[in-house]
């Protein structure tokens, strides 16, 4: 009773708003004398969002073309920039929205490559929206930052002496925007908290924690290096299986569990493999195929009680990678510098990810220590509410692909 009841909280309380991957923008900004030229370019989901401000009837393309082009401030020395008519709508790729904005700004005032920026864009709507800002002077200087809601201001400085970044300065960068987007992605927090049931422990789950980290940083260069190119949206589908499949393995009798169902499992991912295929969604049919298949498998491929946590960890990290990437391709990643900014980005979600189970593995302790006899009530009860946001997670993310 306790499982099911977590189970239809979590599945009834879920909401779209906390993708892995969470809401996110970029632009790319040339000054041009005394002009800053830009593209602002969003995936078209976010953009969606902007609904709840009113007026359902607006295309899309508008709604958000008239939102950007009022979503940022331009400052100098000199004083304010001026934006120069109304922001135009632009092509973009297939799921995306863009739109050129024009700022002029004072005489000489973007001169020294020194200026402020703000931005609120989404900011409305989504409060945890991340904007990644990239700026250029056509003669090598360079500038970024990363906006939030508690950082909606940044001071950008293209002086000649910061445009060469050292490969420690691109790993110092990055090891922020790595951790950020763990904390930030409330499925991915789900997966750790999941997987940490599973392996029970601190030495299985450090070995756990070595595959997870094995798989998404294999996919995750690949996938920074052009080497694969992963649909987002049916990564995001399968981010959400991953913490639906390890939260039933961790339930109590999961392994037997797993047994019995892995074919009705099976069966329902190749009915919305279907689906996908008449619906034309890309990619999504051939991965949910894949899963049925794995599905079905897997509990045949481990001895009863032996421990599969590294395995999955390893496997799905495979596509947490993925998802990882698409965080990373809104960022214009210094080339010179790739593997160090891969390797800050990848110290920055593993410092994240410890961060999360050591306090997970504290709270336990203090839960045996002051109220023994909850302890198994409360873990069926945390098993069964991600196996409820998994499963809401990843049905959803498929239908609406």
């Known amino acids: 009773m306790v499982r099911l009841l977590a189970f239809l909280i979590a599945f009834g ?8 991957t969470r809401s996110q923008s970029a632009s790319h900004w040339r000054i041009e004398g005394d002009i ?15 609904y709840a401000l009113g007026d359902e009837d607006e295309p899309l393309s508008e709604k958000f073309r008239r939102h950007a082009g009022g979503a940022f401030t331009v400052k100098t020395a ?19 929205v863009a739109v050129e904005i024009v700022f002029r700004c004072p005489a000489h005032g973007l001169s020294d490559g020194r200026l402020d920026f703000s931005s609120r864009l989404f900011l409305d709507v989504a409060a945890s929206h991340l904007h990644f800002a990239n700026f250029s002077d056509g003669a090598g200087g360079e500038g970024e930052a990363i906006l939030t809601d508690a950082h909606r201001t940044a001071r950008i400085a293209m002086q000649p002496e910061a445009r060469a970044e050292s490969a420690w300065g691109s790993f110092l960068r990055f090891l922020p925007i790595g951790a950020t987007h763990v904390w930030g992605g409330l499925d991915h927090l789900a997966f750790i908290l999941a997987l940490a049931l599973l392996a029970r422990g601190l030495a299985p789950i450090a070995i756990a924690a070595t595959g997870f980290t094995l798989g998404h940083t294999a996919t995750l260069a690949l996938a920074t290096m052009g080497a694969v190119q992963p649909d987002g949206s049916t990564v995001e589908a399968l981010i959400g299986f991953t913490v639906a ?42 991965a949910l195929a894949g899963l049925a298949v794995f599905a079905f498998a897997y509990p045949r491929g481990f001895k009863r009680g032996a421990s599969s946590a590294p395995w999955l960890a390893a496997v799905f990290g495979l596509i947490h990678g993925c998802g990882f990437a698409g965080a990373l391709n809104e960022l214009d990643l210094p080339r010179p510098h790739l593997v160090s900014a ?12 410890a961060s999360v189970v050591l306090l997970a593995l504290a709270v336990a302790w203090a839960a045996r220590r002051f109220a023994p006899t909850r302890v198994g009530v409360a873990g069926e009860a945390i ?4 196996f409820g946001l998994g499963v809401f997670w990843f049905v959803s993310r498929t239908i609406g692909a």
Do not use: K, Y
Not at 13 to 20: D, G, I, R
Not at 78 to 96: E, I, M
Not at 263 to 274: D, G, K, R
Not at 342 to 353: C, D, I, K, M
């Open 13 to 20: 309380c879920a909401t779209p708003a906390v993708a892995h």
């Open 78 to 96: 000199a004083g304010a920039c001026v934006s120069s008519g109304d922001a135009r709508a632009t092509s973009a790729p297939v799921g995306r």
């Open 383 to 386: 098993t069964a509410g991600l």
């Open 245 to 286: 499949f390890v939260a039933l393995e961790a339930a109590r009798d999961g392994q037997s569990r797993m047994t019995r169902w892995s074919v009705p499992i099976a069966l329902c991912l190749l009915a919305l493999a279907a689906f996908a295929l008449v619906s034309g969604l890309g990619g999504a049919p051939i």
């Open 342 to 353: 891969l390797a800050g980005f990848n110290v920055g979600v593993e410092f994240a990810q």
């Open 36 to 50: 800053l030229r830009g593209r602002v370019e969003a995936d078209a989901l976010d953009a969606t969002r902007l």
